[in-house]
């Protein structure tokens, strides 16, 4: 700015005289210029002097003589003025005199005035201030009474809050707690105790949530020692609606219908699904009230808790917790006790726990939006399917009382309806009941197998005396027995077969009244009933009455007459068979010309049990012969015979002729048996005739024996010859010609070869067709031959006449010697 002005003031010096007009002209404009910046005071001065000195030399002269000719004019313009003004000052200065004594006047007056407005305005001033004082009181107040109007709502919500916690209204708790955060602490959240509550709130929610879980906790405590009665009620329902719809089904045509209710859930179960019911408490028709499950759960807890985590947006975690001490519980549930075999009370208390357990969980799934869904109640039930058929398997295995596993049966239908009416599916328990109608079966025969063996104990084995015509009628009414001739008969009479029989066919229709309880129930057709009646028949026939046939006829005391009561007893059963299929029929109106029909087998069991009866009469009457032989005391050493067969064989002989004779009660009907009774005897003879002669044969080929006497041979061929001519007398009628006595030709054509002392026709026919002792072997020959020469070495050396023996039998003994060689070589050459 300086560089400026020095500028300006060199550009505004005036040039030496010799500068023209013009010139003269801009100086005078650059110095009045350059005066103005000096008279203002507010330009600095430094540049504006600085431009005098350093311009040209003559500048500062010629300034100065310009600056005395401005103050010259300056000085004029002020005389002018003075002039101008000094009559009006002089007038003022006149005029300010007179005044000052009226000022001096008026400043007394304001003063007294001042003074006596002081003094009036002091009460002014205090009533002022008072009132100053009232009006920020009363602003305050107002202030206060407003800020009061915003407080009490959040005080009262509290105080509320505090109630409801106390009451345990924890869910309505949240809701306050909700508004107080978002509505009433913000309005005056700049209050202290705001600030405390706000703090505090957080914390109550972790009490509601503590609180709430405990409630649940025992919630599922409580549901846990309830699930047994509401299990219970269910069931029950379910049986009664099953029994309800029976009725409705034998009244249909009559027209009387109620509507079947039974409910745990406040819905109405039908056999198509559920129905809900929230009115199923007024139903005219019901004689009781219907219990739900709220009746016997309070379902509040859950609900409750469902709906603090709800509101606290922590629901996932409450409904993980749930189902996880949900599932835990079921496992305990489906935990059984050991004995729960035992008794039908342990399966019952299982039942109702699981149904309890699920009514509860459908119950929930109704109740609640997404606590538990289908498809986690599904997961539980098929769970829980699976280890119930595991238990029921394992627990029904050790069940040994039909009545028992009946009962089981009838529980596991109650049960599965029961569910199935809640929609869980029940198809895989309806499968295991098959598998416990075969252990039901199983245990059928173990308790019919006691009483086939209580019958044939107490059975006498004897025809069924009949006095009078009741009796009669009795004993046919139980058994379809019809025979012409025994009819005919005049009373009293007997009749066949023992009383075992009709008690026998009376289990067999009780065993299939037994297997039909089983059937019902099951949802099966006519067809499935008849073969299950069939096969549970047939087990009965072909395992149990078999078994029990066959060991009673191993019993040692059962004797050959009591066998020949057991033949006519299997045969009448035989022919009892048909009535068997005819009842069976009856019951289940299915024909038996129908494809798939199952036949009875009993023909086959009776037939086996008869032949098993006859083997044991050949049996029987074998071990009787090994009786009186053992009885047998032959002295080998006699020298001649008593001239009369030994007692036992005629003691053997007479028991013969004795049971030959009980064979004649066998029945001799016209059908496919016919003739069975002589074949039997015919056969059970032959067999003891060769058993006889096998045994003789054998007493005198006994390696023990080693010698025999002439008179011994003798004897033996008097009892050989009794046998004869018992088999010869026809002790059983039917055998042609000689039949029976070649059951002793053996010993026969042996004891005769010894007796006539044949050896050369013996060892020159031997190998003839027509040789007269073709029935006897060379060892056999042999054997007895060596005997009998032992026999009479010892003789003669007992009479000491052995040298004269040898004097006058050399040549017999050449002959010995000669036949032992010979047999000899006829033995070896039959070995090699």
Request: aromatic content about 8%; overall charge negative; hydrophobic content about 35%.
């Amino acid at each position: 700015m300086t560089e400026m002005a020095s500028d300006r003031v060199h550009a505004v010096l005036p040039d030496p005289p010799s500068q023209s007009e013009e010139e003269n002209k801009e100086e005078e404009k650059a110095f009045r210029n350059i005066f103005a910046e000096l008279e203002s005071v507010d330009l600095p001065l430094g540049a504006t002097l600085r431009s005098i000195y350093d311009d040209q030399p003559n500048a500062h002269k010629r300034f100065m003589e310009k600056l005395d000719a401005r103050i010259r004019n300056h000085d004029r313009e002020i005389e002018k003025m003075c002039n101008f003004h000094h009559q009006g000052f002089v007038d003022a200065i006149t005029e300010l005199l007179k005044v000052r004594a009226d000022a001096e006047k008026l400043m007394g007056q304001v003063t007294d005035t001042n003074r006596r407005l002081q003094e009036a305005g002091r009460e002014v001033t205090a009533q002022t201030e008072e009132v100053i004082r009232c009006r920020i009181q009363q602003r305050n107040m107002a202030t206060t009474v407003e800020k009061l109007h915003l407080c009490i709502p959040v005080l009262e919500k509290y105080s509320k809050l505090k109630e409801q916690l106390e009451s345990k209204r924890y869910y309505a708790a949240l809701k306050t707690m909700e508004q107080l955060e978002k509505v009433f602490i913000p309005r005056v959240s700049q209050y202290r105790f705001c600030q405390i509550m706000a703090e505090n709130l957080p914390r109550l929610r972790e009490e509601i949530k503590e609180i709430s879980m405990s409630d649940l906790k025992d919630f599922l405590e409580s549901i846990r020692k309830h699930s047994d009665k509401v299990g219970e009620t269910a069931m029950r329902q379910a049986q009664q609606h099953r029994t309800f719809n029976s009725a409705v089904a034998k009244q249909a045509s009559i027209g009387h219908y109620s509507k079947p209710v039974y409910s745990l859930n406040g819905r109405t179960h039908t056999h198509n699904g559920l129905m809900m019911n929230d009115e199923a408490g007024e139903e005219e028709e019901a004689d009781e009230e219907v219990l739900t499950a709220q009746d016997l759960v309070d379902f509040s807890p859950v609900y409750r808790c469902l709906h603090i985590y709800t509101v606290l947006g922590d629901r996932e975690t409450f409904e993980n917790y749930y189902r996880k001490q949900r599932k835990k519980q079921a496992r305990l549930v489906l935990q059984p006790q050991a004995n729960m075999h035992e008794t039908v009370e342990g399966y019952r208390r299982y039942f109702n726990q699981i149904v309890g357990f699920f009514v509860v969980e459908d119950h929930i799934l109704h109740a609640t939006q997404g606590l538990v869904t289908r498809v986690f109640t599904d997961e539980l039930w098929n769970m829980a399917l699976s280890k119930i058929i595991a238990v029921l398997r394992t627990h029904s295995s050790y069940c040994d009382d039909p009545d028992l596993v009946l009962e089981l049966k009838n529980l596991i239908v109650i049960f599965a309806d029961t569910l199935q009416g809640y929609g869980f599916p029940v198809n895989r328990l309806f499968d295991l009941l098959f598998e416990v109608r075969d252990q039901y079966n199983e245990t059928l025969l173990k308790k019919w197998a006691l009483v086939f063996r209580e019958i044939f104990e107490l059975d006498n084995y004897s025809p069924i005396p009949v006095e009078t015509e009741e009796e009669y009628k009795l004993v046919v009414s139980r058994f379809p027995f019809h025979d012409a001739e025994i009819e005919k008969q005049e009373f009293p009479k007997k009749l066949p077969m023992s009383q075992s029989v009709p008690q026998i066919y009376t289990q067999v229709k009780e065993l299939i009244y037994a297997s039909l309880k089983f059937s019902e129930s099951l949802h099966r057709s006519s067809t499935e009933i008849d073969d299950m009646l069939r096969k549970s028949t047939n087990l009965l026939l072909t395992r149990t009455l078999s078994s029990c046939l066959q060991n009673l006829i191993k019993k040692p005391h059962i004797g050959l007459t009591e066998l020949v009561q057991i033949i006519i007893n299997t045969t009448h059963l035989e022919q009892a068979c048909k009535y068997l299929e005819e009842f069976i029929t009856n019951i289940t109106n299915v024909s038996p010309e129908t494809v798939h029909t199952t036949r009875l087998y009993g023909l086959s069991t009776f037939k086996d049990a008869r032949h098993a009866a006859e083997g044991e009469i050949y049996t029987k009457l074998n071990q009787k012969i090994d009786e009186f032989i053992q009885l047998a005391d032959y002295e080998w050493g006699m020298s001649e015979s008593d001239g009369r067969a030994s007692g036992y064989l005629m003691d053997l002989i007479n028991f013969l002729r004795s049971t030959f004779q009980v064979f004649t009660h066998l029945p001799n009907n016209n059908n496919d048996h016919a003739s069975m009774s002589g074949k039997v005897a015919q056969t059970a003879c032959m067999s003891a005739c060769k058993h006889l002669s096998t045994s003789l044969m054998q007493m005198l080929l006994d390696t023990d024996l080693k010698q025999i006497s002439m008179g011994a041979i003798q004897q033996f061929n008097l009892d050989v010859i009794q046998c004869e001519l018992f088999a010869s007398s026809e002790p059983v009628p039917g055998f042609q010609g000689d039949t029976l006595q070649l059951a002793f030709i053996d010993l026969r054509q042996l004891l005769d070869l010894f007796m006539v002392w044949d050896w050369s026709t013996y060892l020159a026919d031997y190998g003839q067709p027509t040789s007269k002792y073709l029935r006897v072997n060379p060892a056999t020959a042999l054997a007895l031959l060596e005997k009998v020469y032992r026999g009479m070495k010892d003789t003669s050396k007992k009479n000491h006449i052995f040298s004269q023996f040898r004097k006058n039998d050399r040549d017999k003994q050449k002959l010995i010697e000669t036949v032992v060689k010979q047999l000899r070589s006829l033995v070896n050459g039959m070995s090699s």
